[in-house]
């Protein structure tokens, strides 16, 4: 089962008929035009392929190639593809990607601060497990920092790799995203800790409407991110009503990493290094961790595994 065909035009029309609505009802509408537009270079441009090796790779190839041709790269050029040969995600983990699943990258061109842009991997992932929802997968949550679970089995990985432009030297964040949507047929060496959603719903997800409100959520969250930036710069506080860094709090709500006994590491599968209680998320992201010797830390790279 392929994507059929994604367009900027699509993407855009189902921001304004479904995602500003949805958002006009907890946020005054000109405050959530203001954030949309914000994040509107989501999709500014769509590459649709059959089969791609790897999304990663293919959006290098894409910034190399405008860069040696002097023409500048778009911030939110899209590569999606109905499968990859040679996905893989962190570190040398293989990532199945056959067909039924949303398999892409974007390129995102690094205009915000170095602050704002440790939250990205979170605006990412609380775009995922709001796509989700929306599909009906009440039980999804995140695990720091952006692993997305149904009932403690992973339905979506988000990648996130930094590039520099061979001849601009510009700075670019690459995102890449798997999810497994209809998808069922797992490798025996993932089959018990991998899940799809058509698995979880006991029905076929329609590929497009999933991929536009996926698009339509990240759309939402980036604009915040730099909504929530422009208005610490501008006026010295966050936006009106908001105690806390909106991107933050909203993936407190749909985690529960927070209070739980986890084992941490960098490469945590092979190279664990110690078990703590989580006792919080930093406004940058960081993971706050209490460990067994009562003493406290900050982690802002590696991954955790429940205990």
Same mark, same amino acid.
């Given at each position: 089962?392929?994507?059929?065909?994604?367009?900027?035009?699509?993407?855009?029309?189902?921001?304004?008929?479904?995602?500003?609505?949805?958002?006009?009802?907890?946020?005054?509408?000109?405050?959530?035009?203001?954030?949309?537009?914000?994040?509107?270079?989501?999709?500014?441009?769509?590459?649709?392929? /059959?089969? %791609?090796?790897?999304?990663?790779?293919?959006?290098?190839?894409?910034?190399?190639?405008?860069?040696?041709?002097?023409?500048?790269?778009?911030?939110?050029?899209?590569?999606?593809?109905?499968?990859?040969?040679?996905?893989?995600?962190?570190? &040398?983990?293989?990532?199945?990607?056959?067909?039924?699943?949303?398999?892409?990258? %974007?390129?995102?061109?690094?205009?915000?601060?170095?602050?704002?842009?440790?939250?990205?991997?979170?605006?990412?992932?609380?775009?995922?497990?709001?796509?989700?929802?929306?599909?009906?997968?009440?039980?999804?949550?995140?695990?720091?920092?952006?692993?997305?679970?149904?009932?403690?089995?992973?339905?979506?990985? &988000?990648? %996130?790799?930094?590039?520099?432009?061979?001849?601009?030297?510009?700075?670019?964040?690459?995102?890449?995203?798997?999810?497994?949507?209809?998808?069922?047929?797992?490798?025996?060496?993932?089959?018990?800790?991998?899940?799809?959603?058509?698995?979880?719903?006991?029905?076929?997800?329609?590929?497009?409407?999933?991929?536009?409100?996926?698009?339509?959520?990240?759309?939402?969250?980036?604009?915040?991110?730099?909504?929530?930036?422009?208005?610490?710069?501008? /006026?010295?506080?966050?936006?009106?009503?908001?105690?806390?860094?909106?991107?933050? /709090?909203?993936?407190?709500?749909?985690?529960?990493?927070?209070?739980?006994?986890?084992?941490?590491?960098?490469?945590?599968?092979?190279?664990?290094?110690?078990?703590?209680?989580?006792?919080? &998320?930093?406004?940058?992201?960081?993971?706050?961790?209490?460990?067994?010797?009562?003493?406290?830390?900050?982690?802002?790279?590696?991954?955790?595994?429940?205990?």
């Amino acid at each position: 089962m392929s994507i059929p065909p994604l367009t900027p035009d699509l993407l855009r029309r189902y921001i304004k008929e479904v995602e500003l609505p949805e958002r006009s009802a907890s946020v005054p509408q000109p405050e959530a035009e203001t954030i949309l537009r914000k994040g509107g270079f989501v999709g500014s441009s769509i590459e649709h392929r /059959a089969v %791609m090796g790897r999304a990663m790779d293919q959006a290098r190839t894409h910034i190399n190639r405008r860069e040696r041709d002097n023409v500048s790269v778009s911030s939110g050029a899209l590569f999606l593809a109905d499968q990859l040969s040679s996905s893989k995600g962190r570190f &040398i983990r293989q990532w199945h990607a056959p067909l039924g699943g949303l398999w892409g990258a %974007m390129v995102y061109v690094s205009t915000v601060l170095p602050q704002t842009r440790l939250l990205l991997p979170f605006a990412v992932g609380v775009a995922c497990c709001e796509a989700l929802h929306r599909t009906g997968v009440d039980s999804a949550e995140l695990r720091w920092v952006n692993d997305v679970l149904i009932d403690g089995r992973k339905v979506a990985g &988000i990648l %996130m790799e930094g590039f520099c432009g061979a001849v601009s030297k510009e700075e670019y964040t690459l995102i890449g995203f798997g999810i497994n949507l209809n998808n069922s047929d797992f490798p025996a060496e993932i089959r018990e800790v991998a899940v799809c959603v058509k698995e979880y719903l006991g029905r076929p997800v329609d590929l497009q409407t999933f991929a536009c409100c996926f698009l339509a959520k990240l759309t939402w969250n980036i604009g915040l991110l730099v909504h929530v930036e422009d208005c610490l710069l501008s /006026a010295g506080n966050l936006p009106a009503g908001q105690p806390d860094h909106p991107i933050v /709090a909203r993936w407190c709500l749909l985690s529960k990493t927070i209070g739980r006994r986890v084992l941490f590491g960098f490469d945590v599968e092979t190279s664990p290094q110690y078990q703590a209680i989580v006792t919080g &998320i930093s406004e940058t992201g960081g993971l706050r961790l209490k460990l067994d010797d009562g003493s406290e830390t900050v982690e802002h790279s590696g991954e955790i595994r429940y205990l």
